[in-house]
Structures are given as structure tokens and as C-alpha cells.
């Protein structure tokens, strides 16, 4: 079973920058197939992709997220960060890590976001 550790998130006030980042536990080879990222939930929209990140390298944004939000890798194929920049109040969610493998969806608990003055 694929364990998730995330972190960062919290309360900031609209424009500012927050940072999550998340492990999974699985061992990723340089020539395995796999898309890490981060989903987000709300009341209205479930699961929301919000960015994805693929081991042949295409990114993924959602449209309400370009050119504010940046996806990369950490420093081993297993972490992902995503730095969002200008936070707007409908930023506010539990941005949830994803994680697919052999065809396997999985994501972790989640970190909450909150966007509020």
C-alpha cells in the first residue's frame, strides 16, 4: 500500500504563496512509468486536478491554475512540490497528493488550503 507523506498548506491571505510537498513511499526507477501530482476537493468540485506531473515529462495544469501555480520534482523521482503563487479565496481546498503506478490510482490524506483576509 502506497504511503503518502505531504506536507506544507495552511492559511494565507489572497496573493500570497504557499508550498506542498509530498512523498510517496513506493521506489521509482528512472525508467518506470509513473504520474505524481496534486488533485484538490470542495464541496462543489470533487477531485479537481489541479497539476500532474508524468515520468515522460508533460505537465498538466488546470486551466485555473496556470500561470500561478509550478509543479516539479524533488530531489528523487518519488517528491513532488508545487509552489502556488497569487492564491485566490477559490484556492481554498484539500489539495490531496496523487499518485498512479501499474494503472494504479491512489492519493494521499491531504493538506488544507485556506485563502482568506
Known amino acids: 500500500q502506497v504511503q503518502f507523506v505531504e506536507s506544507g498548506g495552511g492559511l494565507v491571505q489572497p496573493g500570497g504563496s504557499l508550498t506542498l510537498s509530498c512523498t510517496v513511499s513506493?521506489?521509482?526507477?528512472?525508467?518506470?512509468?509513473?504520474?505524481m501530482g496534486w488533485y484538490r476537493q470542495t464541496p462543489e468540485k470533487q477531485h479537481e486536478l489541479v497539476a500532474v506531473i508524468y515520468s515522460l515529462g508533460p505537465i498538466i495544469y488546470a486551466d485555473s491554475v496556470k500561470g500561478r501555480f509550478t509543479i516539479s520534482r524533488g530531489n528523487t523521482n518519488n517528491t513532488v512540490i508545487l509552489q502556488m503563487h497569487d492564491l485566490k479565496a477559490e484556492d481554498t481546498a484539500v489539495y490531496c497528493c496523487?499518485?498512479?503506478?501499474?494503472?494504479?490510482?491512489?492519493w494521499g490524506q491531504g493538506r488544507l488550503v485556506t485563502v482568506s483576509s
Open positions: 496523487y499518485f498512479r503506478q501499474s494503472r494504479v490510482d491512489t
Open positions: 513506493e521506489f521509482i526507477s528512472s525508467s518506470e512509468l509513473y504520474a
